[in-house]
């Protein structure tokens, strides 16, 4: 019973290079989301996805891609990274159209960049 | 700007006391108030959620006080003991639908200590 899976678990990148973070679970759901979390700002929503082959962008998208090519997984894609985007990053994933909206987090990608 | 605001941003009770912690909303569209718990280094774990048609959700010590009218919401925490010592996040979401919508909102979070 893996639930969500997210690596890697820390990364230092140099501004300008480019990552990209994995997210994999194992429920079969069909929703999954990408969280960014700063002190005093809470969880903010980046990127979502309803199913595979579709998604959408959230509050912060700017400097980020995404894609859904299956249901499992939901690759996060820094593109140049900046100072700015240093954060701790969590995938999250849900059921979808059910009584139970609840995500269920991964443990989180501290990503610091110099 | 923040679509939930969550209030206070830390608190510190005593061991039995009864901490509170409020959220507004403005979205008349959030159909879906869920509370997370966050202990250091891990992800936000679901702890309970409320939707708008009951007015208060109990699960355990942890009841869910709704206010539709007022668009609030509170957390309370029954008999604090300092394993509940964690960061509390309430959240909104609208009305999931296959095509649109899987935007859950997240608001600042509450830094909750149970001193023994």
């Known amino acids: 019973n893996a639930g969500v899976t997210q690596t890697p678990k820390f990364q230092v990148l140099k501004t300008g290079q480019s990552m990209t973070l994995q997210c994999a679970q194992d429920?079969?759901?069909?929703?999954m989301s990408w969280y960014r979390q700063d002190p005093g700002m809470g969880l903010r929503l980046i990127h979502y996805?309803?199913?595979?082959?579709?998604?959408d962008q959230g509050e912060v998208p700017n400097g980020y891609n995404v894609s859904r090519s299956t249901t499992e997984d939901f690759p996060l894609r820094l593109l140049s990274a900046a100072p700015s985007q240093t954060s701790v990053y969590f995938c999250?994933?849900?059921?979808?159209?059910?009584?139970?909206?609840?995500?269920?987090f991964g443990s989180g990608t501290r990503l610091t960049v110099v | 700007q923040q679509q939930v605001k969550q209030s206070p941003q830390s608190l510190i009770v005593q061991k039995g006391g009864i901490p509170i912690i409020n959220c507004a909303y403005e979205?008349?569209?959030?159909?879906?108030f869920p509370w997370y718990q966050q202990f250091p280094g891990k992800g936000p774990a679901l702890l309970i959620a409320?939707?708008?048609?009951?007015s208060e959700k109990k699960e355990g010590r942890f009841t869910i006080s709704f206010n539709k009218s007022a668009k609030q919401f509170s957390l309370h925490i029954m008999d604090s003991q300092p394993g509940d010592s964690a960061t509390y996040f309430c959240?909104?979401?609208?009305?999931?639908?296959?095509?649109?919508?899987?935007?859950?909102?997240f608001g600042a979070g509450t830094r909750l200590t149970v001193k023994p």
């Open positions: 999250a994933s849900s059921k979808g159209i059910s009584e139970d909206y609840g995500y269920t």
């Open positions: 429920m079969n759901h069909e929703y």
């Open positions: 996805s309803v199913g595979a082959g579709i998604t």
């Open positions: 979205n008349t569209a959030f159909d879906y």
């Open positions: 409320i939707r708008p048609d009951v």
């Open positions: 959240a909104a979401s609208p009305k999931q639908d296959k095509y649109n919508n899987n935007d859950m909102r």
